[in-house]
């Protein structure tokens, strides 16, 4: 990524009427994808595989399940006392990067 790249978001957030909300709330997101990628290393990546030997797309698809499940059964009060909705898009764009990464390890072992 470069800044051009920037530049030329924050010029498209100027002339879209909820432009600086979308991109505050990206920018948000990757701050927490960010953070926890430092705290815990690239588990969601490239787990260790200590008790799963399920690929990371099947491991991040479980974590989402989870979620899910916590979401479907949360207390009528709200209280779940995380931010489930940002952990799910969390894990949505780890999951997008994790298929990107699959796709391309099979496009190179497919070449000849």
Do not use: W
């Not at 957030?13 to 709330?25: C, K, N, Q, W």
Request: aromatic share 4%.
């Amino acid at each position: 990524m470069n800044s051009s790249y920037i530049e030329t978001l924050c010029t498209q957030a100027e002339a879209t009427p909820s432009g600086h909300d979308i991109l505050d709330e990206c920018l948000a997101i990757a701050e927490l994808l960010l953070d926890k990628n430092k705290k815990y290393g690239d588990s969601a990546l490239a787990p260790k595989r200590i008790f799963s030997r399920a690929d990371p797309v099947a491991q991040i698809e479980v974590r989402l399940d989870d979620k899910l499940s916590r979401v479907a059964n949360r207390k009528p009060d709200g209280s779940e006392g995380e931010d489930v909705v940002l952990d799910l898009v969390g894990y949505l764009v780890l999951l997008r990067i994790a298929r990107k990464r699959a796709a391309a390890i099979d496009a190179a072992e497919r070449a000849p």
